[in-house]
């Protein structure tokens, strides 16, 4: 290294990049993958948010994902520091995230190293790096840019160092505030995308500041954009129909607080925990406009039974956490299966056990929504598979709840999370909203459960509601409310309890097969795994193969008509981002082998013999890995 | 008095609301299956009176408890009830609070429920100050998993997990209680004293705020002595006395001679009232009405219509939408 530092190639710095001769014509693509990455607080998630915005507005599919370094202010230039955002741009319609990233900006070398070094960046991918590292006061810096940069070009990444603090000084005084607009402009070049609209998202960002904020970030917006223009020798241009709907650009956790917000619910119960924290922070900022309140219990035991005392009381409420905080609430959740107050839980899942990695994703927590709660306690599991269906899952999970007076949960995760993929604009309906407590008396005679015997259907009496007082119990209990030590009448409210779940089953529709109804390979999935499971699925369809998906939104009770989808195809496996036993493991075979959850579902219920494809690395699943292993299933 | 009957249009309603009278059997359910001499029996009864001369409509009013014996409270209450789970009847109460104001909500909660699985509920109920009226019923062991030593056992009390003696110094939930800010409300009652429990229970349901009372309750089954000292020497019960607290009358006077002039807002005294273990404090120890309640803070004054929702929606939406081209006019 030390070698490195001697032959000074810190004069290169100093040597201007040369000036595009001509006016390169720009290369058309379907779809290109980008990354804006820095130290945190330098402002690439912000460029990367109005990146994404933009691209949307110029009609073209967008799925942004935040980079978020795993501390809060983790050390400068560290590699585990990346803080940014990955876009993924095409020309139509895109559904996740994509595999490798084909171009980054990054701040600093380290940043980017971590990236190397997550496998985040496509062989030879475009590396756009800040140079200012080369000329540094301190010699180590200088050396660790230096041999970080020759390593990438020697192994064939196209780098190209940019001297954005030097231009971004010229102008400002200092660069680390706005030499992520400087950036911006430089893609808005490379993408061909208007730089008015980049104009427009600095005025919403910055509108509310003073003007000369405003004034400096459109500055070095237009001069990144120019220096862009005259010094480098590639641009490219993503054809995009624009929508002629309006199209809403927001992540799920802001797309499940607007979900709450539509369905007429008026509390949320929550405890801060990442990564559901945000949907939370949105709702505290707008729910009162509405009539709504947040309440930040003392812990997530407090949360999920506030909510039900607010539920029990007539105004059925939601609790949103993750999993430690899923795993508190369970005695509570409990206590609602058995008093059947409706109740909707949403576990925005993270990578567990325990604390386990709190900023990435898992679907680690399916058994748990399904079986958590000792004893029989069943319970409605939804999960959204795309930031559009976070909306309106929400609504559904609060009807169901007040429908079948039972608790709902809604799984999402990390990657949905922090995830933005333009859908269209919710046109607001009054069916969503809850109604109205009621208050009638209760006719003479009626009792506080009086469980249908098909359904297992009771009305529920409120508070306020003259004749209906009883006392709710945890315990067993009999039509009147009354405690039941009688052994039969537990069983026979077990049944009850669990014939609500046929009898919702009964309203589903049968789920809707991605590809031929038959074929070869199916690949079953649930939650944030749908775009790119689908992708897969299309790739190889394209190429001839009798691949379809079927993405299950239903995970308990499951929709009617999925065992003779299965039976349609000769192989079925699932693709899912929580352990699984590696059948290549030494000591692992038939006989022991741990299965992922939605296989071990699937194969108890349906007698199929369904495989399992997992991974838990923290991110989502890539199409390309997805259709690598649906390729091996094949030939199998 | 029957309810129903009469209760078919919303005139009725109206009307019945100027002139209610209720007997105490409109409040009882059931028959309370606590041991003989068991000191719930004595706080039920006067709950049950301060419900019929208050008038509390029925099902207006809710009583919500955990678990223990102290928590099949609500089963003998003709009255809405909320049996939960050990350890979480103020949360749960909170939320009935939250969203519905207009009930009135009592809280029942053992020794063990509220001080030891509930402790971190307790401390922020009292934070919150949301318009509860909680009693503790506080029997220095747990009563219903059949005599293990609790939060308030008295140091060498004999339970099954302390055969030898329990080890630690009690807590005491008066001076822990008057220890946390936004603290509104604290009184201390002794089962065996109905008059002043009475008196208690009617000012702690009258105070607006979270008004905490701890109930020195007798457990015949499992300490049947425990109390005998304080029962059986008047003079180890002091009475507080003040104007704006409670008055002791002739009769009681007669028995608990030892009484003291306190002024329920003086808050360092009532810590130094509280910290006394050798007597039995009886009364008001801190009352202070001007503490502000959580859903007074909380409570959204706006109404969550149809209307509100779809404009305060739409305006929302508006921050995310990307308007096709031409088109960036709002939709309706
Ligand atoms: C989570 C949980 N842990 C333990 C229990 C068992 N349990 C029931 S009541 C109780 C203690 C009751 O004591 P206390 O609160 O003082 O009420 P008491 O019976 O004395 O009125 C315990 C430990 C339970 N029901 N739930
Ligand atoms: S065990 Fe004690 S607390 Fe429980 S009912 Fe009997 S006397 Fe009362
Ligand atoms: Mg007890």
Request: with cysteine; glycine share 8%; proline share 6%.
């Amino acid at each position: 290294m030390n070698q490195m530092t001697k032959q000074k190639p810190a004069k290169k710095a100093v040597q201007k990049p040369k000036a595009a001769t001509s006016v390169k014509a720009p290369v058309r693509l379907k779809e290109h993958i980008v990354e804006i990455i820095s130290d945190s607080g330098e402002g690439a998630q912000k460029c990367g948010q109005s990146l994404g915005a933009i691209a949307a507005q110029m009609g073209n599919g967008i799925w942004t994902t935040e980079i978020i370094p795993a501390e809060i202010r983790p050390p400068a230039r560290s590699v585990a520091g990346a803080s940014g955002n990955r876009i993924r741009i095409g020309s139509g319609y895109i559904t996740n995230g994509g595999d490798e990233t084909d171009m980054v900006v990054a701040f600093n070398e380290q940043v980017l190293l971590g990236r190397v070094r997550a496998k985040e960046l496509k062989p030879g991918c475009t590396i756009l790096l800040e140079d200012m590292w080369r000329t540094h006061a301190d010699p180590k810096i200088v050396a660790s840019y230096i041999e970080t940069h020759d390593a990438l070009v020697k192994a064939g990444y196209k780098v190209i160092e940019i001297p954005m603090e030097r231009e971004c000084r010229t102008m400002v005084a200092d660069p680390r505030r706005g030499k992520n607009m400087y950036a911006l402009g430089m893609l808005c070049y490379i993408y061909s995308l208007e730089l008015k609209l980049a104009v427009d998202q600095i005025v919403l960002a910055f509108g509310k500041k003073d003007q000369s904020v405003v004034d400096s970030n459109i500055m070095l917006l237009e001069a990144g954009h120019k220096w862009a223009a005259a010094n480098l020798d590639f641009c490219y241009s993503i054809p995009a129909v624009r929508s002629t709907e309006p199209q809403l650009v927001v992540n799920g956790n802001t797309s499940l607080a607007l979900g709450v917000l539509a369905s007429g619910m008026e509390i949320c119960a929550m405890y801060p925990i990442t990564p559901a924290t945000s949907a939370s922070h949105y709702l505290s900022e707008v729910f009162e406009k509405v009539g709504g309140m947040v309440h930040q219990a003392e812990d997530e035991i407090a949360a999920c039974a506030f909510a039900i005392g607010a539920s029990y009381a007539g105004k059925c409420t939601v609790t949103i956490t993750s999993g430690p905080g899923y795993s508190l609430k369970q005695e509570a959740i409990g206590l609602a299966v058995m008093g059947e107050i409706p109740l909707v839980v949403v576990n925005v899942q993270r990578g567990g056990p325990s604390t386990g990695q709190p900023t990435k994703m898992e679907q680690g927590d399916l058994m748990t929504a399904i079986f958590g709660s000792h004893g029989d306690a069943p319970k409605v599991v939804m999960a959204p598979g795309t930031i559009e269906e976070c909306f309106y899952s929400i609504i559904t999970a609060r009807k169901i709840a007040e429908t079948f007076n039972m608790v709902v949960v809604v799984l999402t995760d990390a990657a949905l999370a922090t995830s933005q993929q333009p859908f269209p604009r919710p046109q607001f309906n009054e069916s969503w909203m809850a109604p109205p407590v009621d208050q009638s008396p209760v006719p003479a005679g009626a009792k506080p459960y009086d469980w249908d015997d098909t359904t297992g259907l009771a009305r529920r009496f409120i508070p306020g509601q003259p004749g209906g007082m009883h006392t709710l119990t945890g315990l067993a209990h009999d039509r009147d409310s009354h405690v039941a030590y009688d052994a039969e009448i537990n069983e026979q409210t077990l049944r009850f309890r669990s014939l609500k779940l046929a009898a919702l089953q009964k309203t589903l529709k049968a789920p809707k097969v991605f590809g031929d109804p038959k074929g070869d390979l199916l690949v079953v999935g649930w939650g944030s795994t749908k775009g790119a499971i689908e992708e897969a699925v299309e790739m190889l369809r394209a190429e001839g193969k009798k691949v379809s998906s079927l993405h299950l939104q239903f995970l308990q009770p499951m929709a009617p008509g999925i065992k003779e989808i299965l039976q349609g195809f000769k192989k079925v496996m699932t693709v899912e981002s929580n352990w699984s036993d590696r059948p290549d493991d030494k000591i692992i075979d038939e006989s022991n082998r741990r299965y992922s959850s939605m296989a071990i579902l699937l194969r108890s219920r349906f007698l199929i013999d369904i495989d399992c494809f997992s991974e838990v690395k923290g991110q989502p699943i890539k199409p390309g890995t997805i259709r690598r292993v649906m390729l091996e299933k094949l030939k199998k | 008095m029957n309810m129903m009957s009469d209760m078919n249009s919303a005139t009725a309603c109206l009307l019945q609301m100027t002139d209610e009278h209720f007997q105490l059997e409109d409040y009882q359910s059931g028959v309370p299956r606590w041991c003989t001499g068991c000191g719930d029996n004595a706080i039920l009864a006067a709950v049950q009176r301060l419900c019929r001369d208050e008038a509390l409509r029925p099902e207006k009013t809710v009583f919500v408890s955990g678990i223990g014996c102290s928590s099949r409270f609500p089963h003998y209450m003709k009255t809405y009830g909320f049996h939960g789970i050990h350890g979480r009847a103020l949360p749960v109460a909170e939320g009935v609070k939250m969203a519905r104001p207009d009930l009135t909500v009592f809280v029942n909660t053992g020794d063990g429920d509220c001080t030891s699985i509930g402790a971190a509920h307790w401390i922020h109920a009292i934070r919150y100050n949301m318009n509860l009226t909680v009693f503790l019923h506080d029997n220095q062991i747990y009563g219903l998993t059949k005599k293990q030593a609790s939060p308030t056992s008295p140091i060498g009390t004999k339970s099954n997990t302390t055969p030898r003696g329990s080890y630690l110094e009690a807590l005491n939930p008066l001076t822990v209680t008057l220890g946390v800010q936004n603290v509104s409300f604290v009184a201390q009652a002794a089962d065996w004293i109905p008059e002043v429990l009475f008196d208690i229970v009617k000012a702690a349901y009258h105070h607006r705020g979270l008004s905490f009372v701890r109930i020195i309750q007798r457990c015949p089954e499992w300490l049947p002595k425990a109390l005998d000292p304080w029962m059986h020497d008047p003079n180890k019960v002091l009475l507080l006395n003040h104007a704006n607290g409670l008055q002791a009358s002739a009769g009681l006077s007669r028995v608990y001679k030892n009484q003291i002039e306190h002024d329920p807002l003086n808050i360092d005294r009532a810590r130094e009232i509280a910290s006394d273990t050798e007597t039995i404090p009886v009364g008001i120890l801190y009352n202070n009405p001007a503490v502000p309640c959580y859903e007074d803070l909380r409570q959204s004054d706006k109404l969550r219509t149809a209307d509100l929702t779809r404009a305060g929606l739409n305006a929302e939406l508006d921050k995310y939408t990307v308007w096709p081209q031409g088109a960036e006019q709002k939709v309706a």
